[in-house]
């Protein structure tokens, strides 16, 4: 039934074509059709493998969405949210809560953004000398290649520890930073909460978009939380003063 609908598309296309496209936007229109077209020719192929052949289907031929053929699969690990489609955004905080640098990820894992990460925001950052990492970022040659950028490289080992390794992530530096890591899920949520968790642009150039402008957002929000704490400050500072010297009172 669904070839059937195809192929009544195509050929009203082919015979809409064929009377000739007056403007611009019937091409596009066109295009568009033809888009749906090949989307709806991939599911047909790809049902008909898994179901009638018992094929299995590649990851990499599979399509999530047919609006936004940039959605992945994204495979949490977590208890009540093993799996989530959307598409990655890797940011680094600063312990002033600032994000310096951020970076859509696409079709790559943690561990292959690492390095370029920090090495990007080292060009604008010079003076950052220590980051801490989740498992996910981890691999040896991340961990040597990383030391040649930072005094302290914070990313905790996969896997059964080494005497050595064991001695490294429980040094009183290493757990301190550890700790300080957690802050960073306040920037994640931050950036949920304020629109991030759905994306209101299409394409990926827009997904880009859209998120430099929310870790702009971010950023200008924790200026105006910082500015507005100094005022309070300030008031606290002036009443104090106030009810501290106080004018003595005169008898009448």
């Given at each position: 039934?669904a070839?059937?609908y195809?192929?009544?598309v195509?050929?009203?296309?082919?015979?809409?074509?064929?009377?000739?496209l007056?403007?611009p936007?019937?091409?596009?229109?066109k295009?568009?059709?033809e888009?749906?077209?090949?989307?709806?020719?991939?599911?047909?192929?790809?049902?008909?493998r898994?179901?009638?052949?018992?094929?299995?289907?590649?990851?990499a031929?599979k399509?999530?969405?047919?609006?936004q053929?940039?959605?992945?699969?994204?495979s949490?690990?977590?208890?009540g949210?093993?799996?989530?489609?959307?598409?990655?955004v890797?940011?680094?905080?600063?312990q002033?809560?600032?994000?310096?640098?951020?970076q859509?990820?696409?079709q790559q894992?943690?561990?292959q953004?690492?390095?370029?990460?920090?090495?990007?925001t080292k060009?604008?950052f010079?003076?950052l000398?220590?980051?801490?990492?989740?498992?996910?970022f981890?691999?040896?040659?991340?961990?040597i290649?990383?030391?040649?950028?930072?005094k302290?490289?914070?990313?905790?080992r996969k896997?059964?520890?080494?005497?050595?390794a064991?001695?490294?992530?429980q040094?009183p530096?290493?757990?301190k930073?550890?700790?300080?890591?957690?802050?960073v899920?306040s920037?994640?949520?931050?950036?949920?909460?304020?629109g991030?968790?759905?994306?209101?642009?299409?394409?990926?150039?827009?997904?880009?978009?859209?998120?430099?402008?929310a870790?702009l957002?971010?950023?200008i929000?924790?200026i105006?939380?910082?500015?507005?704490?100094?005022?309070?400050q300030r008031?606290?500072?002036?009443?104090?003063?106030?009810?501290?010297?106080?004018?003595?009172?005169?008898?009448?």
């Amino acid at each position: 039934m669904a070839q059937s609908y195809l192929d009544k598309v195509g050929q009203t296309l082919a015979t809409i074509t064929a009377q000739g496209l007056g403007n611009p936007l019937d091409l596009i229109t066109k295009l568009e059709i033809e888009g749906f077209m090949a989307h709806a020719q991939r599911q047909i192929n790809q049902i008909e493998r898994r179901v009638i052949r018992g094929e299995v289907i590649p990851h990499a031929e599979k399509v999530f969405s047919i609006f936004q053929p940039h959605t992945e699969w994204i495979s949490k690990g977590k208890a009540g949210v093993p799996v989530e489609f959307g598409v990655k955004v890797c940011i680094l905080e600063d312990q002033h809560q600032f994000i310096l640098y951020h970076q859509v990820v696409q079709q790559q894992t943690d561990d292959q953004v690492t390095v370029e990460m920090v090495t990007q925001t080292k060009k604008r950052f010079p003076k950052l000398n220590v980051c801490s990492f989740d498992k996910g970022f981890h691999t040896s040659a991340n961990q040597i290649a990383l030391k040649e950028h930072l005094k302290q490289v914070v990313m905790p080992r996969k896997g059964k520890l080494s005497q050595q390794a064991k001695e490294e992530e429980q040094a009183p530096d290493f757990v301190k930073a550890r700790r300080a890591h957690s802050a960073v899920e306040s920037a994640i949520n931050a950036l949920e909460v304020h629109g991030l968790d759905v994306c209101r642009d299409h394409g990926i150039d827009g997904f880009k978009r859209y998120v430099a402008l929310a870790v702009l957002a971010r950023n200008i929000h924790r200026i105006g939380a910082i500015v507005w704490q100094q005022d309070v400050q300030r008031e606290e500072r002036k009443s104090n003063y106030a009810q501290r010297y106080k004018p003595p009172k005169l008898a009448a």
